[in-house]
């Protein structure tokens, strides 16, 4: 870590600390690495890429996981149809069904984004490699360790949530059918067409598969969700580095030396690859914001309705802890999602002002045209949408907690009449 006395550090130890960038840069990706190479989201280097063993093991991995989450989503699917499930009944299981459907689409979205999954990464990898001053290498760990804060915190929720629910069917009674015969249930629904899923050895192997599919959803969720993050919050970091060198374009400084032509093709092109590097974080996760937005919205009103009913019903301590921890996890998760959108647009707006700012007038008069290109784009902060269709902004998380809101006094009230009827 950087010592904050150490900021006057001469160029040989900036030099020095620059050395550092490949330990940066996995400090920064590291818990998304750890969640998405095990279910091979997460793209092979250059030097991986002519292995034709790691290549294999990257497609054996991704086929693994792929299998793991269909066969959790299939048998459910084949069971709501085949049991022709009331809507009382799927109103209570849906969400898990919803849950892992919206994660695997998320995974499907990313594989299909990985050129530009490993464009991003080439982009984060050599702003890491170029950082030559202390205090700019500073700030990008500052930024760093927010990403792997909100990642770390997103696993701890989701996979306490997800072991209290592979653990219901172990802890909760067992059923007894009208033949008085125990029958012994999964963490979801699980129709085989061809093995009876209830006698040993089957249901053991079912058992095991369930929770391996669950990791991979948990690992998938989380991973993503990491990466986002740490995307978001390094492009937060080069707003900040930016700022200071457009501050010093006119007079120069640390940050922006040389000539003035040196000074002001610095700040032009660095802004130019600022932009590249969110317009392809936009694209990259524009899709699955709109996923996460839809899947909040339902589960978040469905869980607070089984959390309700589940202590109406006066139901067993460890599946309401189950919701609970599943409620704050999602509730996190579309948080974040929006609070890295806000601090994204909020760092943007600060480097517009700062480009407005610059007094362009104090430079000869055919250099200070070349502000113009800039002062310009910096009118449009750039900002994380859902699908293009909203910006993901605090003011976007508040509008999602109350359609969440809305939609469970509707369905607590169709509860209610339902029961009344029967």
Not at 163 to 189: G, K, M, Y
Request: glycine fraction near 4%; aromatic fraction near 10%.
């Amino acid at each position: 870590m950087v010592d904050r006395k150490r900021r006057s550090a001469s160029a040989t130890d900036v030099t020095k600390e620059n050395e550092q960038h490949v330990s940066d840069f996995r400090y920064a990706v590291q818990i998304s690495v750890y969640l998405l190479k095990p279910i091979g989201a997460w793209p092979l280097d250059d030097d991986e890429a002519t292995s034709w063993l790691k290549i294999a093991v990257h497609k054996v991995s991704t086929l693994i996981a792929t299998f793991l989450m269909l066969f959790t989503i299939v048998p459910w699917i084949v069971q709501i149809i085949k049991e022709k499930w009331s809507v009382i009944q799927m109103l209570r299981t849906i969400c898990p069904l919803l849950f892992t459907l919206t994660v695997f689409a998320r995974y499907i979205l990313l594989m299909l984004h990985q050129n530009q999954l490993k464009s991003c990464m080439d982009r984060v990898a050599d702003d890491w490699r170029y950082t030559i001053i202390a205090e700019d290498r500073e700030t990008m760990l500052a930024n760093a360790r927010m990403g792997r804060t909100f990642g770390i915190v997103s696993v701890v929720f989701m996979f306490s949530s997800g072991a209290l629910f592979f653990s219901l069917p172990l802890v909760l009674p067992s059923l007894i059918n009208e033949d008085n015969v125990t029958v012994r249930l999964h963490p979801s629904p699980c129709e085989l067409l061809v093995f009876d899923s209830k006698i040993t050895p089957v249901y053991e192997i079912v058992y095991l598969l369930q929770t391996l599919s669950g990791c991979t959803i948990y690992s998938a969720f989380c991973g993503i969700c990491s990466l986002m993050a740490n995307f978001v919050v390094h492009v937060c970091g080069q707003c900040d580095v930016l700022t200071l060198i457009f501050d010093e374009t006119v007079d120069g400084g640390e940050h922006n030396r040389g000539p003035i032509e040196g000074r002001i093709a610095t700040a032009v092109t660095r802004h130019l690859r600022m932009l590249r590097l969110v317009s392809d974080v936009s694209g990259l996760f524009t899709e699955i914001c709109l996923v996460e937005f839809i899947q909040a919205s339902c589960n978040i009103c469905l869980i607070g309705y089984y959390i309700i009913t589940d202590l109406n019903n006066n139901e067993s301590f460890v599946q309401i802890s189950m919701y609970v921890l599943a409620l704050a996890s999602i509730v996190f998760n579309v948080f974040m999602f929006c609070y890295i959108g806000d601090l994204l647009a909020e760092r943007c707006q600060k480097l517009g002002t700062t480009c407005y700012t610059v007094e362009w007038y104090r430079m000869p008069p055919r250099k200070a045209v070349e502000m113009i290109m800039p002062i310009t784009i910096s009118r449009y902060p750039a900002t994380l949408t859902a699908g293009k269709m909203m910006t993901m902004t605090l003011t976007t998380f508040s509008d999602i907690l109350k359609t969440s809101m809305a939609y469970f006094n509707l369905l607590r009230e169709f509860s209610i009449r339902d029961a009344t009827r029967t």
